[in-house]
């Protein structure tokens, strides 16, 4: 027998849409609109724009660009059902306003917290004030150059070299199967141990030959895509009753979060007792430095680590998924990789056996891969890792613009859109082209990086709370981009003229995956 409050909420989930779908059609059914206001959504009463934001949710990022790419000021107010507005933003000046000119007055807010504060606790990208100064204090210790060199000699390394060449050079050898791979999983799988060996001194193992399963790495994609959906649902009041009744999807973000929290605790619980038996600090990961910090506290320190996991795990994967299949997509872009990728070995080899004292480090050898960091920084200007980020108005304001914005409403920048705006990229925007990052040293003969204005390219953040990880996340990206593209073509395996979609929840993936054939490079490429 069905339970009657789940029978109940059944119901409710079933008719409401029916009967709320009716009442808009008979009263208010949309006017014909002329060509001249096509182009942007008409705004109901008490509806706002829910008509366009409902016929648009399953393109979500789509539509947020084409309506930035109509705006004249590259802004416009979403209203919402019988909601605050929202005004979406893709102008470098709104941008530089909420993340720094008037930084104070634009946080995470309330209305943002709810959303992801089953998953993510008070974790750094869940608060503000002193809570987010703290964990950032904190945090900025492990990414000085001491510590980044050691990530990428030893961790991104070992993981590659151990882990990810060997899978691989299976793939392109046949081993039995068909050498097909969905790369976007071998990435993911590839950063998830990264990032846990960084996070918790802990390795997942996760990137074995295997493939194997892994609960705590299911359970965290679970919790991550249904806590993005809360945060981009057009009825907040929809989950908000299935997580009352316990149903549904709210249940099961509440099981795979009981499951990423024991695994935490867990982990927690064992670093204490080493940290007790031994307080050097020799092999540092965040948890040990939060711990002998004096939080001893275990859901405090359990919501830090769980946000920098999700913090180091989809973003690079995300970031190198797409970055593989552009490359593999534009030949000339991969030549030019290759060819500085050879370069780069060779000048180290030269000066290690020349005893200067600065060959053969591989940290080295990454960081003057400028080619490549424009490559990858290409790749993020059009599949940005995180698309949209929001903040709240603590307090009544007027941006640039000119829009006025009232206490409690949300401002969101969208560096996906912003990458497709010919206002700051010129005409050739679609063009996956790296060379836009670079300029041409004649009298050294070499390409310099020219970076961008971070507010017209905010894939990291910018101001206050730009990302501490920016770099580390280019080092591991470049390291990977230098061992597999040395040895390994990455192709495609799918149909002439197949264009990817990209989704997004809290981070971006490649709908179903990226599936590809692993072909090894002649040595002497």
Sequence with gaps: MVPLPSFLASTFF??????????????????????????????????????????????????FTELLQNSPSSTFVIKHLLGPRQILTGNPAVVQHILKSNFPNFGKGDAFRVNVTDFLGDGIFAVDGQAWKFQRQVASHEFNAKSLRKF???????????????????????????????????????????????????????????????????????????????????????????????????????????????????????????????????????????LSSGHSDDKFVTDIVISFVLAGR??????????????????????????EIISSEKKSSAAEEGGTGGGGSVYEEVKEMVYTHAALCESMRLYPPVPSDSKHAA????????????????????????????????KDWPEYRPERWLKWDEAAKKWSFVARDPYSY???????????????????????????????????????GFNPVFLSYLTAKMKGGFPVKIHERSINC
């Design 395 to 426: 307090n009544d304001d007027v941006l640039p613009n000119g829009t006025a914005v009232k206490k409690g409403e949300r401002v969101t920048y969208h560096p996906y859109a912003m990458g497709r705006l010919e206002v700051i990229w010129g």
């Design 152 to 290: 990428v000699e030893t961790v991104v390394d070992a993981e590659l070299h151990a882990r990810l060449i060997p899978i691989l050079a299976g793939a392109a050898a046949g081993d039995g199967g068909s050498g097909l791979l969905d790369f976007q999983d071998i990435l993911q799988r590839f950063a998830f141990d990264n990032i846990c060996k960084i996070a918790f001194g802990y390795d997942p193992a996760y990137l074995l030959p295997s493939l194997p399963e892994s609960k705590l790495a299911v359970a965290f994609d679970a919790a991550t895509k249904i806590t993005g959906e809360r945060s981009m649902s057009l009825i907040p009041l929809m989950w908000k009753i299935k997580k009352f009744f316990n149903v549904g999807s709210q249940r099961e973000l509440a099981e795979a979060v009981a499951v990423v929290r024991e695994f935490a605790l867990t982990v927690i619980r064992e670093k204490k007792k080493e940290l007790a038996e031994n307080s050097s600090l020799d092999s540092v990961d965040l948890l040990s430095r939060f």
């Design 314 to 339: 989809d973003t690079t994967s995300a970031a190198l998924t797409w970055f593989f299949w552009l490359v593999s997509t534009h030949p000339r872009v991969e030549r030019e990789i290759l060819s």
């Design 458 to 496: 905010p894939v990291f953040q910018a101001g206050p709370r730009i990302c501490l990880g920016k770099e580390m996340a280019f080092l591991q990206m470049k390291r990977v981009v230098a061992g597999v593209v040395r040895r390994f073509r990455v192709v495609p395996a799918v149909d002439e």
């Design 14 to 63: 079933l008719i409401f849409p029916l009967i709320f779908s009716v009442v808009i059609f008979l009263i208010l059914r949309p006017k014909r609109k002329s060509i001249e206001t096509r182009k942007l959504p008409r705004s109901y009463p008490l509806l706002g724009t829910y008509l366009a934001a409902s016929a648009n949710k399953h393109r979500r990022n789509q539509w």
